[in-house]
């Protein structure tokens, strides 16, 4: 069982930065392959960034490629994603999940509770 608590979300211009994190509990969270999500208002969930449990891999979703970075600090149990460059479309509720790396829903097993992020014009 992974439990896991997003943060740092919140209001920022477009063309500013944020930077999320991910905490997972205990050591059993670094066994697990872990992904960033995000869902607008009216829209269905789509994938945003993914990494392996040893950060050997990565993936991104074309729309954040070369402004959105994933990584992960096992010794804290946490995974962030620095999102650089932000537009308005990426105002979005923003999930960390566990249990794959692959942009397949249906491949994670445990997800957090979401953090908000709005990107201002």
């Known amino acids: 069982q992974v439990q896991l608590v997003e943060s740092g979300g919140g209001l920022v211009q477009a063309g500013g930065s944020l930077r999320l994190s991910c905490v997972g509990s205990g050591r059993t969270f670094n066994d697990y392959a872990v992904g960033w999500f995000r869902q607008a208002t009216g829209k269905e969930r789509e994938f945003v960034a993914g990494?392996?449990?040893?950060?050997?891999?990565?993936r991104y979703a074309d729309s954040v490629k070369g402004r959105f970075t994933i990584s992960r600090d096992n010794a804290k149990n946490t995974v962030y994603l620095q999102m650089n460059s932000l537009k308005p479309e990426d105002t979005a509720v923003y999930y960390c999940?566990?249990?794959?790396?692959?942009?397949?829903?249906?491949?994670?097993?445990?997800w957090g509770q979401g953090t908000r992020v709005t990107v201002s014009s």
């Open positions: 990494i392996t449990w040893n950060s050997v891999g990565t």
């Open positions: 999940a566990a249990g794959s790396y692959r942009p397949i829903i249906s491949n994670y097993d445990f």
